[in-house]
């Protein structure tokens, strides 16, 4: 491989790491668009070695996440088996409902999604010191003390992760861009740690895929090396900027991204992408 395209590969990989790491999406929505359009790989080759970045974005990520508390992986393991069988679900639904009519719901949903953390932009969830049933903290090192909260709502937040699931199943986005606002507006879990646990989920769901597309052969291990090192890179960058926004602010970009994505997606699924 040439130098200039190693060095180009790992510089999509990094961007990539540092938006996995901040908003708890994996990366795939950067990776996958600049491989196929950027240089020319086929969808299934350039989402094989998304897969690859994603897990190395989200071990990186992940390592320190949770290594600081941030991360709720209790949280993250009861959500992750509920999107599973959600995704199980999507595939087969898949074969009866057009991309373009999912892709257009998915749209909508991420567009009201983006809509709710804007308005409620001024605060990001009611943090407490009142232990409650399923009561957590962390230290939020933008506040410089320890932040607690009380998870709320366990049985919604998993019926729509299944949901979740299903749609990013059919729609080949990551599920993190709706269980992110589904942990922070609908369980009262803080931004930070919503992102931070997101990226724990998504990198079993991903490491999953990748050994799948490898056993397959299907693995362009240059590529996906490249990628591999510049997520992880990403996402050890991502971390540390993290530590120094807010809660409230990183609600208010998360809202953007959401935007931004629903657009890329009903541009793609129009075919002006």
């Given at each position: ?52 970045g994603i897990v190395a974005t989200s071990v990186g990520a992940s390592s320190v996440y949770v ?29 009866y409902v057009s991309n373009l009519a999912m892709t257009v719901v998915f749209s909508i949903v ?164």
């Amino acid at each position: 491989m040439e130098p200039v395209l190693m060095i180009a590969l790992i510089l999509v990989g990094i961007l990539a790491g540092v938006m996995g790491a901040l908003f708890g999406v994996g990366g795939g929505m950067v990776i996958v668009p600049i491989l196929t359009i950027g240089f020319g790989l086929a969808a299934k080759d350039a989402v094989a070695i998304s897969l690859v970045g994603i897990v190395a974005t989200s071990v990186g990520a992940s390592s320190v996440y949770v290594g600081k508390g941030i991360s709720n992986v209790k949280l993250g393991l009861f959500m992750e088996v509920t999107t599973v069988f959600g995704a199980i679900v999507g595939v087969f639904i898949a074969m009866y409902v057009s991309n373009l009519a999912m892709t257009v719901v998915f749209s909508i949903v991420l567009v009201y999604s983006g809509y709710r953390m804007i308005v409620n932009s001024g605060k990001d969830v009611e943090l407490t010191k009142e232990p409650g049933k399923y009561h957590m903290s962390y230290y939020d090192e933008t506040e410089k003390a320890y932040v607690g909260y009380n998870i709320h709502n366990l049985g919604k937040g998993a019926a729509i992760s299944t949901v979740a699931g299903v749609i990013a199943s059919m729609t080949g986005m990551g599920g993190g861009t709706i269980k992110v606002p589904v942990m922070n507006m609908y369980m009262d879990v803080p931004m930070k740690v919503a992102t931070a646990t997101s990226n724990y989920m998504i990198g079993i769901t991903a490491f999953a895929g990748a050994i799948l597309y490898f056993v397959m052969g299907e693995v362009d291990l240059m590529f996906a090396g490249s990628v591999a090192v510049g997520g992880f890179v990403g996402s050890m960058l991502g971390t540390r900027i993290s530590a120094h926004i807010n809660g409230k602010s990183l609600r208010k970009y998360f809202a953007v991204l959401l935007f931004v994505v629903a657009a890329i997606m009903l541009l793609n699924a129009g075919g002006s992408l």
